[in-house]
């Protein structure tokens, strides 16, 4: 009788609950439908380019994935924008050139020349960053890199602050004359501060001990990841007040910070359903992972990545914006 009355209790405190009932059913089902999106996608096809080839070539490649070129310089134009994947050239010897920041894209665009030129088999494959044989580590490893930071950041930012708050900490402060923006600064202030050093030694621990590819400055991956360590912190602080427990806290990673896996670049956009692929532009790890792979991938400087920082700088402004709103639930200042 008392482990039915125990059972019985369990039952109805976790119907009380509808959060939990909920994302018990729902995040699942969430993850699940992400993941046929992506991967149940039709397959890459890698644009190509052509320098003056002749017409026997041009008609073996399709043209809505193949451009033509004059001289192999506006091919390597087009190939450092990111316009085209690779480019084949035909002059004595057979050479075909990738991008090489990706080594599945790396793999289809040389698949697809040898499929449709048999004569390439033993063409010279150079790459225009990176390596022709990357690893899958130095490809994911800039992504990873921000995905941690971030993962990390967020949850122990949220569960700190619930924490500040169910303890009654934040209510004794709230009832004093500091301002809710003043609040909601100290923490981002105070928390940042250990986001720098937990960034720093992530950052010198992948490159100088994992060994982790990194053509660009040292700085500038430490900048990046530091501005994604500060987006991830104000967004934990902002969920956390919508958060009665940890419990709570926690179930918001399957809906916010998993879902942004699919889109941080692990992935071709090019491949996943349009659908769901225009949520890549609000997810901060988009713009992350792509100013990552900029500078320790293919070695650019500040002015490529500056856009991709702006907006993890916006998302962060936004989310402190929306917090000290929130604020207003617990006490009007």
Known sequence: MRIRALVIRILQQVYRDKRTVAMMILAPIFILTMVHLVFNSDSYEPEIGLIDAPSKLQEALPDNATSIYKTEAAAK?????GKIDGYLKVDSTIHIMVEGSDPSVSKAVVETLRTAFPSTDAAKVDALYGETDMSQFDSFG????????????????????????TSGTLERLLSSPVRRWELVLSYVIGFGLFTMIQSAIIVFYAVYILGMMNEGSILLVLLTTLILSLTALTLGILLSTFAKNELQMIQFIPIIVVPQVFFSGLFPLETISRSISWISTITPLYYAGH??????????GLGNIAEPLLILLCFSLLFIFINIAALKRYRKI
Do not use: C, W, Y
């Open 77 to 81: 134009k087009d190939l450092a924008a």
């Open 142 to 165: 800039p992504i990873l890199l921000g995905f941690f930071a971030f993962f990390f950041v967020f949850l122990v930012a949220g569960v700190s602050f619930l924490r500040e708050r």
């Open 291 to 300: 100013a990552l792979k900029d500078v320790m991938i293919r070695g650019k």
